[in-house]
């Protein structure tokens, strides 16, 4: 078994999220939109957005697609135990500060690559 540094495992998770759940038109822009969502009004306010946007869909939308992307990271670093908006949204809320930060701090290491990576809408011809 190799061993991989953090920066591979966030490469490889993001790129596997891109492909598979980040495929709609509008993912990408999403994904640029969560990243200062997050450092303007903390995660535990992105993450309610995200529910409030997301409350009237069947499925999640392109922010809880998003939120679901980097929860299943945050499970595979160890980060969460979470498998729901729901559940990381408890999670989060009972958590101490510090759990708090660490979160937060691996969930824009992880975005960083995961905007790169999701599909841009496609610009109109002019």
Not at 25 to 39: A, C, D, F, T, Y
Not at 62 to 68: N, R, V
Not at 79 to 94: I, W
């Given at each position: 078994m190799k061993i991989q540094n953090l920066d591979q495992i966030r490469a490889k998770n993001a790129l596997v999220a891109a492909e598979n759940k980040m495929g709609g038109?509008?993912?990408?822009?999403?994904?640029?939109?969560?990243?200062?969502?997050?450092?303007?009004n903390g995660i535990l306010g992105a993450l309610a957005f995200a529910k409030d946007?997301?409350?009237d869909k069947e499925s999640s939308g392109?922010?809880?697609?998003?939120?679901?992307a980097i929860i299943a990271h945050l499970k595979s670093v160890g980060?969460?135990?979470?498998?729901?908006?729901?559940?990381?949204?408890?999670?989060?809320?009972?958590a101490d500060s510090a759990?708090?930060?660490?979160?937060?701090?691996?969930?824009?290491?992880?975005?960083?690559?995961?905007?790169?990576?999701?599909?841009k809408p496609e610009k109109k011809e002019e």
């Open positions: 038109k509008n993912s990408g822009e999403v994904v640029k939109k969560v990243p200062p969502m997050i450092r303007e946007k997301d409350k392109d922010y809880g697609k998003c939120f679901e980060k969460t135990s979470a498998s729901s908006l729901d559940d990381f949204l408890n999670e989060l809320v009972d759990k708090l930060r660490d979160v937060t701090a691996e969930s824009m290491l992880y975005l960083n690559y995961l905007r790169r990576f999701a599909e």
